[in-house]
């Protein structure tokens, strides 16, 4: 099988910053130009010294393919040796040759998942799940439908059971759940907060999916559990999700459907924020995703499966938003076409293009309404890790800190208005008192517009 080598990702960076300006290039800049066929033969030598060239050339060829063979720990069956995808170039696979080859890449993938050591960490398989729901929804609404009045959605997220190697982050962690606090109270939404060390196996990124399906057994009457992590926050108080949009699929996450399908991105969606139905279908889907969790040997070799098959994705252990693509790309008719990818508003958007912005919003737009980069739903901090204290080299601590205080402030003015208080500036938890009868200026600019329009 010959050898693919893709570029190396940046570990511990979930960001889709840079998908538009370095995944999205044309095929053409990595085209490789192949050698004739006869250049290795040297000029002017006589036939002898040709036959020892052509041993000498045998030799290498069968010691590399020995090599690559024993370095391998996958084994994805093909058909022969040119059937391994060149993802760039001339020679790029028709779809159907790559969905052949997402086919035996999955193949290999479950074989190694169940030749490992069983994951049980759910327990058994859950079944008729959707009865248990309508049955548990009549018994506590004395609904004979088995179905909620409203829509019931549960925000669920988790923070580090310790106190954070970096001295600010445990106050940014109380300011982001304040946030999320503050936001639940104004839309009747449950919250659950978690703080314990829940599993050996299950940490870093993987804790959301044994948070998610724990819950999820444990409260059948719930609609909608809504993950975000901790480094995510509501910017928009006022914005609420638009659910019947989602009435035909079982989950949502901000993303592309053109980078997840047809460039197979990991970067194609982001698992930092989703929002999961309650559901048959998004339980079996957590006992596909989780299996890659235990760290060790599992989460290292499914590493090795999602780098097959995602062409951007760096040699690293197997992380939860690649695994998402991973089943969405493999498996597109059972997991892919129940997943809405929403990119129409910021369910999650990136820090680095929204936070030096707040006041240019504040003065020209109203919450509510848009959700987009004119008044961002949610703002990810994604890459600063406040607590343990590990930044990505793109940017300082101190930059994270300084963006993610404005940030809690820019939300937190649409909470303290009502009272009639307001941060003096967006970097400053310190509040002046404003007059609850005039009006924001954020209102007075609508009137005006709305006005002169009449007028």
Same mark, same amino acid.
């Given at each position: /099988?010959?050898?693919?080598?893709? $570029?190396?990702?940046?570990?511990?960076?979930?960001?889709?910053?840079? =998908?538009?300006?370095?995944?999205?290039?044309?095929?053409?800049?990595?085209?490789?130009?192949?050698?004739?066929?006869?250049?290795?033969? @040297?000029?002017?030598?006589?036939?002898?010294?040709?036959?020892?060239? +052509?041993?000498?050339?045998?030799?290498?060829?069968?010691?590399?393919?020995?090599?690559?063979?024993?370095?391998?720990?996958?084994?994805?069956?093909?058909?022969?040796?040119?059937?391994?995808?060149?993802?760039?170039? @001339?020679? !790029?696979?028709?779809?159907?040759?790559?969905?052949?080859?997402?086919?035996?890449?999955?193949?290999? /993938?479950?074989?190694?998942?169940?030749?490992?050591? @069983? =994951?049980?960490?759910?327990?058994?398989?859950?079944?008729?799940?959707?009865?248990?729901?309508?049955?548990?929804?009549?018994?506590?609404?004395?609904?004979?439908?088995?179905?909620? $009045?409203?829509?019931?959605?549960?925000?669920?997220?988790?923070?580090? %059971?310790?106190? +954070?190697?970096?001295?600010?982050?445990?106050?940014?962690?109380?300011?982001?759940?304040?946030?999320?606090?503050?936001?639940?109270?104004?839309?009747?939404?449950?919250?659950?907060?978690?703080?314990?060390?829940?599993?050996?196996?299950?940490?870093?990124?993987?804790?959301?999916?044994?948070?998610?399906?724990?819950?999820?057994?444990?409260? $059948?009457?719930?609609?909608?559990?809504?993950?975000?992590?901790?480094?995510?926050?509501?910017?928009?108080?006022? &914005?609420?999700?638009?659910?019947?949009?989602?009435?035909?699929?079982?989950?949502?996450?901000?993303?592309?459907?053109?980078?997840?399908?047809?460039?197979?991105?990991?970067?194609?969606?982001?698992?930092?924020?989703?929002?999961?139905?309650? +559901?048959?279908?998004?339980?079996?889907?957590?006992?596909?995703?989780? $299996?890659?969790? %235990?760290?060790?040997?599992?989460?290292?070799?499914?590493?090795? &499966?999602?780098?097959?098959?995602? %062409?951007?994705?760096?040699?690293?252990?197997?992380?939860?938003?690649?695994?998402?693509?991973?089943?969405?790309?493999?498996?597109?008719?059972?997991?892919?076409?129940?997943?809405?990818?929403?990119?129409? =508003? #910021? &369910?999650?958007?990136?820090?680095? *293009?929204?936070?030096?912005? &707040?006041?240019?919003?504040?003065?020209? #737009?109203?919450?509510?309404?848009?959700?987009?980069?004119?008044?961002?739903?949610?703002?990810?901090?994604?890459? +600063?890790?406040?607590?343990?204290?590990?930044?990505?080299?793109?940017?300082?601590?101190?930059?994270?800190? /300084? *963006?993610?205080?404005?940030?809690?402030?820019?939300?937190?003015?649409?909470?303290?208005?009502? #009272?009639?208080?307001?941060?003096?500036?967006?970097?400053?938890?310190?509040?002046?008192?404003?007059?609850?009868?005039?009006? *924001?200026?954020?209102?007075?600019?609508?009137? !005006?517009?709305? *006005?002169?329009?009449?007028?």
């Amino acid at each position: /099988m010959r050898r693919i080598k893709f $570029p190396r990702q940046k570990a511990g960076v979930r960001s889709n910053s840079i =998908f538009l300006s370095e995944m999205m290039k044309d095929d053409d800049d990595k085209k490789i130009q192949a050698p004739a066929d006869d250049v290795w033969l @040297p000029k002017g030598r006589g036939s002898q010294t040709k036959v020892v060239y +052509c041993l000498c050339f045998i030799a290498a060829a069968c010691t590399i393919a020995l090599w690559g063979l024993n370095s391998s720990k996958l084994i994805v069956s093909r058909s022969s040796a040119s059937n391994s995808p060149p993802i760039y170039g @001339p020679n !790029k696979l028709t779809p159907e040759e790559v969905r052949e080859y997402l086919a035996d890449v999955d193949k290999g /993938m479950k074989a190694f998942l169940n030749s490992s050591t @069983p =994951f049980t960490k759910f327990g058994p398989p859950v079944v008729d799940w959707d009865k248990t729901r309508r049955d548990a929804i009549r018994r506590s609404t004395n609904s004979s439908s088995g179905v909620n $009045p409203k829509p019931r959605i549960m925000i669920i997220t988790s923070s580090h %059971p310790k106190k +954070c190697e970096n001295k600010q982050g445990d106050l940014m962690l109380l300011k982001s759940i304040k946030n999320k606090m503050d936001y639940c109270r104004l839309h009747g939404i449950e919250l659950y907060y978690n703080m314990d060390h829940v599993d050996t196996e299950m940490t870093s990124w993987w804790v959301k999916t044994f948070l998610t399906h724990m819950l999820m057994k444990e409260h $059948p009457e719930i609609d909608w559990f809504w993950w975000m992590d901790s480094d995510a926050i509501f910017t928009d108080m006022t &914005f609420e999700l638009p659910l019947h949009k989602y009435e035909k699929y079982n989950m949502v996450m901000h993303g592309w459907e053109d980078a997840v399908y047809d460039k197979r991105s990991w970067l194609g969606l982001n698992a930092g924020v989703y929002l999961i139905r309650n +559901c048959q279908w998004s339980m079996d889907f957590l006992h596909a995703w989780a $299996p890659m969790s %235990p760290k060790g040997k599992i989460r290292d070799g499914a590493g090795e &499966f999602l780098t097959l098959a995602l %062409p951007d994705r760096g040699k690293s252990e197997a992380d939860d938003q690649s695994a998402i693509v991973y089943l969405m790309v493999t498996d597109r008719k059972r997991w892919g076409s129940k997943i809405f990818l929403e990119s129409s =508003f #910021y &369910f999650q958007g990136y820090w680095r *293009h929204l936070s030096g912005r &707040f006041e240019e919003m504040m003065a020209k #737009y109203k919450p509510g309404l848009y959700g987009d980069d004119r008044w961002p739903f949610v703002t990810h901090y994604c890459g +600063c890790e406040f607590c343990s204290g590990s930044i990505n080299p793109e940017y300082t601590r101190d930059q994270c800190l /300084m *963006h993610m205080e404005r940030g809690i402030n820019f939300a937190d003015n649409q909470i303290i208005e009502r #009272y009639g208080l307001r941060h003096k500036s967006l970097k400053t938890p310190e509040v002046e008192l404003t007059s609850k009868d005039q009006p *924001h200026k954020n209102e007075t600019s609508t009137a !005006k517009a709305a *006005h002169s329009k009449r007028t």
